[in-house]
Nanobody, 125 residues
Framework: QVQLVESGGGLVQAGGSLRLSCAAS????????MGWFRQAPGKEREFVAA????????RYSDSVKGRFTISRDNAKNTVYLQMNSLKPEDTAVYYCAADEATISVPTTPSAFDYWGQGTQVTVSS
């Protein structure tokens, strides 16, 4: 079992920055690909970013590419999402997810095995 706890969400003005963190329990973190997803009210959960277990490969949705950066620290069992140049349309609950024992970097929610409880990000105009 893997438990994921997100933090770092909040209210920010458009153009501002936030850094989300996701702390993972367990000894398998370094074998998991990790991802960030978001869900706005009335919308489906959508892919934001993902990173391979080594940290060498990252993938981003077109809507955040160039503004968001995903990274991980395997020594701290933590994955991060640095969000810059935030826009009101980035407002959503952001979820961290873990995909066990894979060398790929998945981008679909169904590929991930564990999820955090989510953290709210609100960007005001």
């Amino acid at each position: 079992q893997v438990q994921l706890v997100e933090s770092g969400g909040g209210l920010v003005q458009a153009g501002g920055s936030l850094r989300l963190s996701c702390a993972a329990s367990g000894r398998t973190f370094r074998r998991n690909a990790m991802g960030w997803f978001r869900q706005a009210p009335g919308k489906e959960r959508e892919f934001v970013a993902a990173i391979s277990r080594s940290g060498g490969t990252m993938r981003y949705s077109d809507s955040v590419k160039g503004r968001f950066t995903i990274s991980r620290d395997n020594a701290k069992n933590t994955v991060y999402l640095q969000m810059n140049s935030l826009k009101p349309e980035d407002t959503a609950v952001y979820y961290c997810a873990a995909d066990e024992a894979t060398i790929s970097v998945p981008t679909t929610p169904s590929a991930f095995d564990y999820w955090g409880q989510g953290t709210q990000v609100t960007v005001s105009s």
